[in-house]
Every structure is written in structure tokens, then in C-alpha cells.
């Protein structure tokens, strides 16, 4: 397995800073996206709904804008506003976490397990049952 880059991001329109580090020992969610991607405008309405029904104690969703591959920041603005998210947005600064990550493609979904390490990448080739599958996977493992 491999181990899980640390970032800390800015959250979407609020100074306040999100770091991996802040879910120790929760499975978390990471998922890469523009606005004008169309795969990103199919997926980001799915993941929002799954994140309203999960507890949040259980399992952690970050949404990660990748500024560096968004078209306008007025384009993105639209996008969250339209979709009313309460899923967190965290603001990559240029291409820097999706670097780090090594993604080639938007839109990335990183699953990590309770210990941070990737346990699964999805891309656009990918569907969002697969995505979902991962989660149960990882939900199904109790804290030791």
C-alpha cells in the first residue's frame, strides 16, 4: 500500500485550513475537480448526496478544486453555488496536491483507509458504483 501524501488546503471562500492529518484514523475520501469537466459535473452532484447521508464520525469526503486545470474562477464560483454543496471544498493552489498525488486526469478519487494509505484510485474511467464499493469495503473494516 501506498502511503498518502500530507496536505493542508484553504476551504472554499474561508481562511480556515483542512490537513489530511485532522481525520487520524478515519477512511477518507478525495476527490479532484473543475468545473467544466464533464465527468466532474456528473460526479460532484453524486458525492454530495453521499455525503449528506454518511455520519461524519464514520467516514471523511474532501472535494479538491484544482485551480491550475479550473477554467475561470467565476466558472467554479457558478458550479458550487448551483449545487448548494455542503461536502467540503478545499482550494489547490495551482496543481500542487494533484502533483503530489500523481493524477493525470480530472477527475482523480483518492480512497484512503483508517492508517492514510491509498488504497484505491479512480479516474474517469471509473463509475461511481465502483467508487461506492470502495467505501463499503472500507466502512465493513471496524477500528481495531
Known amino acids: 500500500m501506498e502511503q498518502t501524501p500530507s496536505f493542508c488546503l484553504k ?4 481562511d480556515e485550513s483542512i490537513c489530511l492529518t485532522d481525520y487520524k484514523e478515519k477512511p477518507v475520501l ?3 475537480w473543475v468545473a467544466w469537466c464533464p465527468d466532474c459535473i456528473r460526479e460532484i452532484p453524486l458525492i454530495e448526496q453521499f455525503h449528506r447521508s454518511i455520519s461524519s464520525d464514520d467516514f471523511v469526503i474532501l472535494t479538491v478544486n484544482v485551480t491550475g486545470r479550473e477554467g475561470t474562477t467565476e466558472q467554479r464560483d457558478k458550479f458550487i453555488k448551483n449545487l448548494s454543496l455542503s461536502v467540503p471544498v478545499l482550494i489547490d493552489e495551482g496543481t500542487t496536491v494533484y502533483d503530489q498525488f500523481g493524477c ?3 477527475p482523480t478519487t ?4 483508517r492508517k492514510h494509505n491509498i488504497i484505491e484510485t479512480y ?6 458504483q465502483d467508487i461506492l464499493s470502495g467505501i463499503s469495503k472500507q466502512l465493513a473494516i471496524r477500528k481495531a
Open 104 to 106: 493525470q486526469s480530472v
Open 123 to 128: 479516474t474517469d474511467r471509473n463509475r461511481f
Open 11 to 14: 476551504k472554499y471562500r474561508t
Open 110 to 113: 483518492i480512497l484512503l483507509d
Open 30 to 32: 478525495i476527490h479532484l
